[in-house]
């Protein structure tokens, strides 16, 4: 599931793909409720990433992968809040149309011919990656 020494891995699109789409799911809810809009939590990329590939990414997994997209400047990250930085905005915008289904190929395709990644120093520890665990699921438990 990975590329070439020192490429894009499949679960870096994985993750910039749950990105996107946890927070346009959090800024439609944020202009609906009227409230500022702040970013997807990790708890948001978690239910983006499981309705993607069926599975809950590890911490290893998603500290990599965000570690990776932001030291690209593809994402922001701020504790536990993430964006798409406007770079991600015009990869995600100028990338082949090819639905959900295979959209994390069609961008791991797109990220190996336009950027190379980085590596921001970002963290992400047990605790925060548990609490994020623990919020997914108890949305699931109560059915959001």
């Known amino acids: 599931m990975g590329a070439g020494a020192g490429g894009w891995h499949w679960n870096d699109a994985w993750i910039f793909v749950s990105v996107v789409i946890a927070e346009r799911l959090e800024r439609d809810r944020a202009l609906h409720a009227a409230l500022p809009m702040v970013g997807a939590t990790l708890a948001d990329v978690l239910a983006a990433a499981d309705f993607l590939h069926h599975s809950v990414p590890s911490r290893a997994e998603l500290q990599d992968s965000v570690r990776r997209l932001a030291g690209a400047g593809l994402l922001t990250i701020d504790d536990d809040l993430v964006e798409v930085a406007?770079?991600?905005?015009?990869?995600?915008?100028?990338?082949?149309?090819?639905?959900?289904?295979?959209?994390?190929?069609?961008?791991?395709?797109?990220?190996?011919?336009?950027?190379?990644?980085?590596?921001?120093?970002?963290?992400?520890?047990?605790?925060?990656?548990?609490?994020?665990?623990?919020?997914?699921?108890?949305?699931?438990?109560?059915?959001?």
């Open 86 to 144: 406007p770079a991600g905005e015009q990869l995600w915008r100028t990338r082949p149309f090819s639905g959900l289904s295979s959209a994390v190929l069609s961008l791991q395709a797109q990220l190996n011919r336009s950027s190379t990644p980085g590596d921001h120093d970002w963290t992400l520890d047990d605790s925060t990656y548990a609490a994020a665990v623990r919020e997914y699921s108890l949305r699931l438990a109560d059915g959001r």
